[in-house]
């Protein structure tokens, strides 16, 4: 009897039923397609042992002057720059007191220790670090009191708490698996003192949430939504994500906290300075003090502030209103006519959501409407354009720019941009807009593996309140697949061999690394499997017997002594039945042998009127790329 070639279209489909997607996959985890073919993805490692403190939302690579290679790590409590695996904290602050206005207070056998400043300004979670500091008489001594601590509970106004440590060691040195971990010190009945007249504390700029705060009621949702006079059932975030935007000013960094100040990182001033506020730098004029993003236009070299205040009104936030430098310049944002500052307010939408530089020009989305900002030079500087109205962006993350196109996650759809918005075919829509927790849409981030054409969406499932899936489009083939892995952000190589990728516990990873996962020590395989859509013979009239298939499967780089998969065969006899039948085999390639010399073959004997096939590996150094496989299947009878 001849072998029938097993040949399945790219991509997933799960916009139709198992069985009207005959000769397609329907499942996969942990697979990607590659020139029309299915192939496990591949692994990550940490890039150090070293964890930064917070959750991660934003990377950011470059390079200085003297070739040395940077990360900005951005997280809900702190503000990092990574060099060589090393997490410098840079977060900037916001308050410096003057020598006694901090006082402590301790309790006997308690290493809570009680801290009076009036009006702090301080919330759970905030780190402050304190000099100038005397012994409270015991155990407390002044090397307990003069470090970096974290704000256990806010008491009121003038006062909170926070809990002794041991001395000697920095806030980065006791941080394990992103959480601090510090070694208690309680004091003693002798612990009598307030600390002296002497003391400084340091507050860095307040932190902010991993999650985002979700309430209901009148005016959450869309306006417009539901019945007239009707509260909203919709969940609305009242308490929004802590999220950064940065980018370089040469080889210097500019960051900015969604909705907060934007600060300065000079790089002659070395990693263990921190970032300044903008509006403090000596030659500040009229820049904004609080910004929705910050981004620096390559091309013409003015930096821009989304989402600002305005020079009329300083400090009151315009979440429609964009600001940009003069040319050259991150201090001079004056509008005048012997510089190029300026600023524009958009018409439509009630907030900017997130802007995206592309080649010939600047993406800015509000949360209705996509606007096109070019530069046009002076008297003028920039010119606003819309492009399309009526769409949505799920979160500032979610939009990436490929060359000249720009691709984005809607909140139910996906589109294109390339000269013109055009919805994304997406044959797994449905699969992922079903399962997507919406409470957590700024959590999603879009990442680019341009190693292998695809755009990644990370997002958080229904019943998940971190991102723990993934749906990626290849943009080369044009096809669509998911899997069940999350990371918070990401970087594509460029100055580096590998993509980063940072991830809820505290560590980056390098991504495309090996074949395994790097998140436990020691590693773990990484399960992956794809699994198609079930088929028959003809249109299902007759039962179909299979007897044998000869694999087609590539182990090439593997580590593995004898890398394998699993192949399953499972039968039914009607689309809504029940797999009654399951037979599972292995195949094993050796070093020594060639995927063209490979004769092994799997004995089967099943029989049904619908067949299905996958493929799966769960063991360690494997990695495979499936062919086209035969199999000896012949008709077998109406009954």
Partial sequence: MPLSKLQFRPGVNREITAYSNEGGWFDIDNVRFQKGYPEKIGGWQKRSSNSFLGTCRALHPWVSLDRDQYVGVGTNLKYYIDEGGFYNDVTPLRLTTSAGAVTFAATNGSSELTVSHTNHGAVVNDFVTYSGAASLGGLITANVLNQEYYVTEVVDTNSYKIKA????????????????????????GSDTGNGGGSVVGAYQINTGLDIGVSGAGWGAGTWGRGTWGSASSDAIVTNTLRLWSHDNFGEDLLMNVRDGGIYYWDETNTLSTRGVDITTLAAANKAPSVAKQVLVSDRDRHVIAFGCDTEANPGVQDPLAIRFSSQESLTDWETRSDNTAGELRLGSGSEIVTALETRQQILVFTDTTLYSMQFLGPPFTFGVNSLSENITVAGPNA????????????????????????????????????DINEEQLDKINAALNTEHSEIWWYYPSENSSEVNRYVVYNYLEKVW???????TAWIDRGIFDF?????????????????????????????????????????????????KMIPDVDFRDSTAILPDVNITLDVKNVPDGTYSKTETDSFVKTQAASVSARTEQLDFRLRG???????????LGVTWRLGSPRLDIRPDGRR
């Fill in 481 to 487: 697949y998911y899997g069940s892995f999350g990371r």
């Fill in 165 to 188: 440590r041991a001395a000697g060691t920095s806030i980065s040195d006791i941080t394990y698996e992103g959480q601090l971990n510090p070694s208690l010190v309680a004091a003693n």
């Fill in 499 to 547: 993509p980063f990728a940072a991830n809820a516990d505290g560590y980056i990873y390098e991504h495309e690394i090996g074949f395994d996962d790097g998140t436990t020590n020691p590693i773990t395989p990484i399960n992956a499997f794809i699994q198609s859509s079930p088929m028959d013979i003809g249109d299902g009239e007759q039962f179909m017997l299979l007897r």
């Fill in 399 to 434: 939009a990436i720019a490929v060359d000249d196109n720009v691709f984005w996650m809607g909140r139910a759809e996906f589109y294109v941009y390339s000269g013109a918005v055009q919805r994304l075919p997406c044959l797994v829509r449905d699969f992922v807009f079903s």
């Fill in 609 to 619: 009127r619908q067949m299905r096939f996958k493929i799966e590996s769960e063991d």
